[in-house]
């Protein structure tokens, strides 16, 4: 079994380098989706396997996939299957070296799979600078003339709160000195957390936090994201809105689950409610008068983590399973807006939400999934969106969290307002048929991400056992 | 080693990794900041192969090499390079006194003792007692990254910021195992080979590094 942990590293990696080889060749875009699939398998395969009998290891410890890994390497597949296939450029936009392009794609994608392989935190963090490294052309390769502007401050910015976290990593190994001859094996410090210098414990933690956060794209540390998130070509902001974001939030799950086994759940708690809600704070402000559609969905991205950081802060079965799924239900309608948007900007040649009008009735290929997926994104039924939300709140509610879940709810309302005024004045209104509907593969992946989305709904029973694994793993979250 | 000789060489070398920060606020020239960071980079190497000296660490030379190698040689020669290609070797006037730059950067070093104190223990070996220099030169670096306008200094302050880090990392528990530092090195000198590639193509689009000027983005 511990083949199959390899092949989420091996097969991407394999394929950026056949991709740079064939870099003038249109079909090296078929490498990434590729790989996407094989992630997907691997991920459910692996889902299979750790969920009826023990996590898989290899190279003494230092990879390891638990239901945690699973789960999320299955979702890292799912969402770029849709953002890759979807987003692909066509033919007459790709540049002369889209082979470079895939290969990029690729190793981005086998950054991902490495941080949520990894059992070491210094190794997570290293994968998670390696995301940074790897996206940072793919996002000064947008065609907007503000690419290389949103690229400086995404890979400056992003460097300095990783480092952050470094420090947090570095501080943690300090806690475990003289315990665990494994470093900062995460296994280890969780087994050993009695044993560990608390008052170390409390700092590197928060500092850890802090850092992975602006990977994570949670306020205060956001304000690289909607710039990068808009700039880059769709296919690269599906993914960075879409797994990005969670892959650097289920590193934060898993510094939360140490720290609480060291020093209880209140430090980490108040971080991840202050986080939480200046996130949906910040976004419910900023949607309600957004001038740009790429903008307000990347704020989208930004209310969704913060979502997800209440969740965690709650903690319990409930509500670390709702986080998990809601990170699959979000990543699949996000990854989807963004291929649909960066078709309407191919169409319209803007992206101003001024500047779309009637799309209903002028392209009812793009404006019936786009106001489908705004629905999915506001967390109207059937959307599995829907239940994760109100199970993070319900599960706030009966936490003791009633006022910050009050809060919470009375923001998502302001992001409702503001989403719903946008998106209507660009779908509905008058507006003549106008050309470009794109062949039938080319739509497909739009709808199988919503549809999946939907579909979610209504397979919680089937993926129940893999959720709860995934809550146990993370030492029951207390 | 020597207890008394380790304390000494602890004190000596932290004394220069501070120095050279300061130096690199006080100063207005990109190129003799890159050398501050070379010899800021030689002094950490000095400081693994203390600490694993003492410690007996059986991978210590090899430690030692690298860091020397990494953030005294290549880092800096990468970055004389971009500033070099976009032909900018003074830092762009701001409007800030640089009086007040100092008196920010010894109220930073004061909140690092602050911090940085009571994490030692109560009865801390020489190692853990220097930890404050390392929390100083991470402060220290972001103060240079909000104070000054040139991309190339934004370079500099985020490795002052991330040798304080290795600073931290190697006097409280004398660094982490060396495939995560081999792989951090490796990441650091990518970031900024990468923010060395997006200078030139600024400086080719827009004529200036100025980054403060980058504000067509907002909101």
Same mark, same amino acid.
């Given at each position: ?12 990696? #394999? ?39 023990? %996590? ?32 692909? =450029? ?219 950081? #209440? ?69 109207? %039924? %059937? ?51 106008? =050309? ?26 089937? #993926? ?15 | ?8 060489? !602890? ?22 900041? !890159? ?78 003792? !602050? ?105």
């Amino acid at each position: 079994m511990a083949a199959l942990l390899w092949l989420p590293l091996t097969v991407p990696l #394999l394929l950026a380098a056949v991709g740079f080889a064939f870099r003038a060749s249109y079909w090296t875009l078929l490498l990434p989706v590729i790989s996407a699939v094989v992630l997907l398998l691997t991920g459910v395969s692996l889902i299979g396997t750790v969920v009826s009998s023990a %996590p898989v290891v290899a190279i003494e410890g230092w990879l390891r996939v638990d239901a945690l890994s699973a789960w999320m390497l299955a979702v890292v597949g799912a969402v770029a299957v849709v953002a890759l296939w979807g987003g692909a =450029p066509l033919r007459s936009k790709a540049s002369t070296s889209i082979g470079s392009f895939a290969a990029l794609l690729n190793l981005f994608l086998a950054a991902m799979s490495l941080a949520l392989v990894a059992d070491n935190v210094g190794l997570m963090w290293v994968a998670i600078e390696l995301t940074t490294v790897t996206t940072a052309f793919l996002v000064a390769s947008g065609d907007g003339e503000h690419a290389l502007e949103a690229a400086w401050k995404y890979v400056v910015l992003g460097a300095v709160g990783v480092a952050i976290a470094f420090l947090g990593v570095a501080l943690l190994s300090a806690a475990a000195m003289g315990h665990s001859e494994a470093g900062v094996s995460w296994t280890a410090l969780m087994a050993q957390a009695a044993t560990l210098d608390p008052t170390m414990v409390q700092l590197a933690g928060a500092l850890a936090v802090l850092g992975f956060a602006t990977k994570a794209g949670l306020a205060p540390m956001h304000s690289w994201l909607p710039d990068a998130h808009s700039q880059a070509p769709a296919p690269v902001s599906g993914l960075m809105s879409g797994v990005l974001l969670s892959v650097a939030f289920s590193v934060i799950l898993r510094i939360q689950a140490i720290t609480d086994a060291v020093v209880g759940p209140e430090l980490m708690r108040t971080l991840l409610l202050t986080a939480g809600l200046l996130s949906l704070a910040v976004a419910a402000g900023l949607m309600l008068t957004q001038t740009d559609y790429k903008r307000l969905l990347a704020y989208s991205s930004i209310e969704h983590m913060g979502l997800l950081a #209440l969740g965690a802060a709650v903690g319990g079965e409930l509500a670390i399973a709702a986080v998990l799924l809601h990170i699959l239900g979000h990543g699949l309608i996000k990854s989807t807006m963004f291929v649909i948007a960066g078709r309407i900007s191919a169409a319209t040649g803007s992206h101003r939400i001024e500047d779309v009008h009637g799309l209903l009735r002028a392209r009812p290929d793009l404006g019936a999934p786009f106001l489908l997926g705004t629905a999915g994104l506001l967390g109207f %039924p %059937p959307f599995v969106t829907f239940f994760t939300e109100v199970a993070i709140i319900v599960a706030g509610f009966t936490r003791g969290l009633g006022w910050q879940m009050a809060v919470a709810c009375a923001l998502l309302l302001v992001v409702f307002a503001g989403v719903t005024r946008q998106v209507l004045a660009m779908t509905l209104g008058a507006g003549t048929r106008a =050309p470009g509907r794109l062949v039938w593969w080319r739509r497909v992946p739009v709808w199988l991400g919503l549809l999946s989305a939907m579909a979610l709904s209504f397979a919680l029973w089937p #993926l129940s056992p893999v959720l709860i694994a995934a809550v146990t793993a993370l030492g029951g979250a207390q | 080693m020597n207890q008394h000789l380790f304390a000494q060489l !602890i004190a000596t070398i932290t004394g220069v990794l501070l120095l050279t920060a300061i130096l690199q606020i006080w100063g207005r020239s990109l190129v003799r900041s !890159i050398g501050l960071l070379s010899v800021q980079g030689a002094a950490l190497a000095a400081l693994v192969l203390t600490v694993g000296l003492n410690a007996g660490e059986p991978q210590v030379w090899l430690v030692t090499g690298i860091v020397l190698l990494m953030k005294s040689v290549v880092l800096p020669a990468a970055m004389l390079r971009s500033a070099k290609l976009i032909g900018e070797t003074r830092e762009r006037p701001t409007t800030i006194n640089p009086a007040v730059e100092l008196i920010g950067a010894a109220g930073l070093t004061l909140i690092a003792y !602050i911090v940085g104190v009571p994490l030692a223990g109560p009865d801390p070996d020489p190692a853990r007692q220097a930890l404050p220099v390392g929390f100083s030169l991470v402060l220290l670096g972001f103060w240079l990254l909000m104070i000054r306008r040139s991309a190339i200094t934004q370079l500099v302050g985020f490795l002052v910021l991330d040798n304080g880090i290795a600073t931290v990392s190697f006097l409280a528990s004398g660094g982490l195992p060396l495939t995560v530092e081999l792989g951090s090195s490796l990441d650091v000198l990518l970031v900024v080979l990468i923010l060395g590639v997006l200078v030139v193509r600024m400086q080719r689009q827009q004529g200036h590094t100025d980054i403060t000027e980058l504000k067509e983005l907002h909101d």
